[in-house]
């Protein structure tokens, strides 16, 4: 089982849409987590850290929840320059490692 | 753009060879992280050098083996290239070991023939 999974969309939308993503983990002792976007042949590029109380970000919102062992995203109001691929990361303090979702395409239509 | 910066950009090799993959950190970051990312895939987590030493390692055989230098900047080095070692290959500074906000460079693409 991987540690992180996300379901690899692609998620097509259109302009000023709600979408949401889900992330779950396997390790319950994860403790940080975060969302990272990707550009396509670019480098991810932090997102927004997610937060046990649910954090907002402008249009963006994350949500953790540790007793099902899932993270989620929720984008209202898509923009075009929404599109991208968004990777879910999990941090495990006791080994410093850092386990990357294979990521979530999103495509924002006019 | 993030202040870090990679080399070289793309790199052709063949199976058996070495190769060494460079990475120098943003300003101020003490800590560097390497990552493959295979297409399709995310990033899988290689290992993170703190202050010149490993500090935290993937799934990665032994052939994976980094340096990180006083000024912080860091090597990958992969010996006895596989086909399936082609990927992209991304450094990441932080400020600091352990959690904290990474900053990704635009990473070198390998292609191991």
């Known amino acids: 089982r991987k540690e992180v999974e996300q379901d690899p969309g692609p998620f097509n939308v259109p302009e000023g849409a709600t979408v949401a993503f889900n992330c779950t983990y396997s390790?319950?002792?994860?403790?940080?987590f975060f969302w990272y976007r990707q550009d396509c042949r670019k480098e991810p590029k932090l997102l927004m850290s997610?937060?046990?109380s649910g954090n907002e970000d402008g249009r963006f919102t994350a949500q953790l929840n540790r007793a099902s062992q899932y993270i989620s995203l929720l984008i209202r109001d898509s923009k075009l320059s929404d599109s991208a691929t968004y990777l879910c990361?999990?941090?495990?303090?006791?080994?410093?490692?850092?386990?990357f979702g294979s990521g979530t395409k999103l495509n924002v239509k006019p | 753009e993030t202040g870090v910066t990679q080399s070289p950009t793309h790199l052709i090799k063949t199976r058996g060879q070495q190769v060494t993959l460079r990475c120098s950190s943003q300003s101020g970051h003490n800590t560097v992280s390497w990552y493959q990312q295979a297409l399709g895939q995310g990033p899988q987590f290689i290992f993170q050098?703190?202050?010149?030493?490993?500090?935290g390692r993937g799934n990665f055989p032994p052939r994976f083996s980094g340096l990180q230098f006083p000024n912080y900047s860091s090597e990958l080095n992969v010996n006895a290239l596989e086909l399936d070692d082609s990927a992209l290959y991304l450094c990441?500074?932080?400020?600091?070991?352990?959690?904290?906000?990474?900053?990704f460079g635009p990473g070198t693409r390998l292609l191991v023939l």
């Open positions: 990361v999990v941090y495990e303090g006791n080994f410093n490692k850092f386990y």
């Open positions: 997610v937060y046990s």
């Open positions: 390790n319950s002792a994860s403790q940080s």
């Open positions: 050098y703190y202050r010149e030493e490993e500090n």
């Open positions: 990441a500074s932080s400020a600091r070991q352990g959690v904290e906000t990474q900053y």
